[in-house]
């Protein structure tokens, strides 16, 4: 019933990338062979298992298919980012659109809230810059500034998380950064590992018309400069629920046992910020999987800002010691491979929604089928791939 290996096929850090339109010239590829790409996981995860119990449970989800994840930051950095540290010395407004920072369409600057605000913290500075909605996740764009660079260099990444029945007192946060072999030639190699940074990033808070929202929260943090931290958050519940406009209030926290954040910003949501759907197909499939549950696909969405698999479950969802959460991986029509990872709901609700930054489809629209394999992964890392897939039928949208 189930396939059980432990590499994934043999990609590029180039088709890792979406069709991200650029001023910039060409670069070139660099090949990654299939141990190349578990090799990046395995750094990571050796580096977590530092961490506490707990804490290395929460933040594994976090990494939980990190080759891909570090390729495509990685590459990102390489191609996009621009090195000169006058950036984070600025203390002002970023510079990146919202669109570039997340690979995605760039119509979603016109639905995305955008403030700009910038404030002062304790030994750095952060700005809010945008705020985007869809029908269950708001995500949150913000830039962090740090005088002291030296424990966040280019590279480093991370975030921070809390689950579904979580307090805030339980957000988790970490921050990891690249050592390079003294004997490289620099940054300009996939020849190094991550370790532990003593710095710990800010976390959020956030306030919808006065209630808290306690839901799966997720933020991917990577630096793309020396001490310039971009901080990608997203909080994934039924913004249907949302009475809009909505007054939110923006909490900057350093440690969720601090007496009081350090950063507030307020803002104010519309209607005009939901990000329309362009594709939205009913599903009737269901798949028994390996920790017992069975999931039922109920939706496929597609939008500028995301694409989400809606689904509910039977049974008991296990503890993460034995099986990992469920990602959806599909190759679109260019090659380029998507991850979807399970989030938790209120109920037994699940979305299905992007992995990490910058795999947005490109070209969904022009497609008439979409396939996704359907994996888990067990306590020690094997890969375990359902042999039924996800089929979405797109032609008669």
Known sequence: MYKKHKKDGENTLYSML?????DFSDYPETPLTRDEHWKYRENLLESLGKASSKKKQRIRRLAAAGCAAC??????????????DNLRASGETNHYSLSSMLGVSSQVEDYALHIDENQTLENASVTLNSVAVSGSQLSVYSTYYYEETQEI?????????RDLDDSFAATSACLFKPVFPKNTDGPYTANFNYVDSKEVPYIQRLFLNGKEILCTAESELYASANGVLQDTASYFFDTKTVDFPARAVLEIWKEPQDKAPEAVFEFTLTKKNLVPDKIDVELNQSVLLPDGRIIHFKRFVYNSLTLQVEAEFDGTKNDNKKYGPVYLNCYDK????????????????????????????SKIESMDVLEFEIILYDGIGSRICLDEALTIPLSNT
């Open 18 to 22: 979406n069709d991200i339109s650029t």
């Open 153 to 161: 260099p280019r590279l480093s990444n991370g975030g921070w998380q």
């Open 71 to 84: 390729i495509a930051i990685i590459s990102i950095l390489l191609c996009l980012q621009p090195e000169d």
């Open 334 to 361: 260019t090659g380029i491979l998507q991850i979807l990872r399970e989030r938790e709901l209120e109920g037994k609700r699940l979305i299905f929604s992007m992995n990490h930054i910058n795999v947005l489809y």
